[in-house]
């Protein structure tokens, strides 16, 4: 148990050490775009507004990922630590690649790797939902085709439903039907391999049971207070916004080409969880020094 921790523990700082750094190149390669930004005379009004929308989108986001956990009575602090840990790594590696040090610290929390790449799956699903009723309408009605990044989240989201929905009823007819008509080894193992697969979607079930139109708002809420954000960021760069600078962002997240905005997001969002996450494990590492001199 103490080895575990231990690794634990190592893996974290190497890959906290190892966005620190992508942050550094990412700070260089924007270089240009910060420093005009940091001279543009930008109204207070606009800095204040679109910094308390970053911390609401965050909380909004952190709330729904609470939600899809809630069963599993994670401790709320400590949730939180690993929610801003998480997401500065999210933020500064590329391609959401951060999203496997996700999968990895939430299936530590757990102890079960089934609940902490299901309920990462769950949260991408209902992200993925809400981002298409923006990214749908405009494609289709203003620029008449979509986008095959777009076109790749649409199908994502129709194989999952379809995965869902038609999984119990398959499992129940198959299930009855190697019961009642078939007795060898290998029927066992079907057997076996069916209800391993049932126990996945039981787990999925578990995680947004009685509460999946609520984590759906959250996420709805949160892309809509994004789209002002970017809004946000593109007066502040003096840059003319239109719905087809929010496209533009929502694609360059996913195919890793970072423009002006996402490069402002990107850098600005990581110092802040970089900062608010050097804070907290600080005062955690700090408390802990107390206690044990007592």
């Not at 966005?19 to 990412?26: D, S, T, V």
């Not at 009575?73 to 997401?87: G, H, N, V």
């Not at 490069?263 to 969880?273: C, Q, R």
Request: charged share 20%; net charge positive; glycine share 4%.
């Amino acid at each position: 148990m103490e080895n575990k921790k231990v690794q634990y523990n190592i893996i974290n700082i190497i890959v906290i050490v190892l966005a620190f750094l992508f942050l550094g190149n990412l700070m260089l390669k924007n270089k240009d775009i910060i420093s005009s930004f940091s001279t543009i005379n930008t109204k207070i009004e606009i800095v204040i507004v679109g910094s308390i929308t970053f911390c609401v989108i965050h909380i909004l986001k952190m709330l729904r990922f609470y939600l899809i956990l809630l069963e599993e009575k994670l401790e709320l602090k400590r949730f939180i630590r690993i929610y801003i840990k998480t997401a500065f790594v999210n933020i500064t590696l590329p391609v959401k690649s951060g999203e496997l040090f996700r999968f990895y610290c939430y299936s530590n929390e757990t102890n079960n790797y089934k609940i902490g790449l299901l309920s990462i799956l769950v949260e991408r699903f209902f992200d993925t939902c809400a981002l298409l009723l923006f990214l749908l309408p405009f494609e289709m009605f203003f620029r008449n085709k979509l986008s095959y990044i777009t076109l790749s989240l649409l199908v994502f989201v129709i194989i999952v439903f379809i995965i869902y929905n038609v999984f119990n009823p398959i499992y129940e007819y198959v299930n009855r039907f190697f019961i009642l008509n078939i007795n060898s080894k290998k029927s066992l193992k079907v057997l076996e391999i069916l209800e391993n697969q049932n126990e996945w979607y039981l787990y999925t079930k578990k995680l947004i049971k009685g509460r999946f139109s609520l984590i759906f708002f959250l996420s709805f809420l949160a892309w809509t207070l994004e789209y002002f954000f970017v809004y946000f960021i593109s007066k502040a760069l003096e840059l003319q916004f239109t719905l087809d600078t929010f496209n533009t962002y929502i694609n360059s997240v996913f195919r890793g080409i970072v423009d002006k905005v996402l490069g402002i997001y990107t850098v600005l969002g990581a110092i802040v969880f970089g900062i608010t996450m050097l804070g907290v494990y600080a005062i955690s590492f700090k408390k802990r020094g107390n206690s044990s001199v007592k």
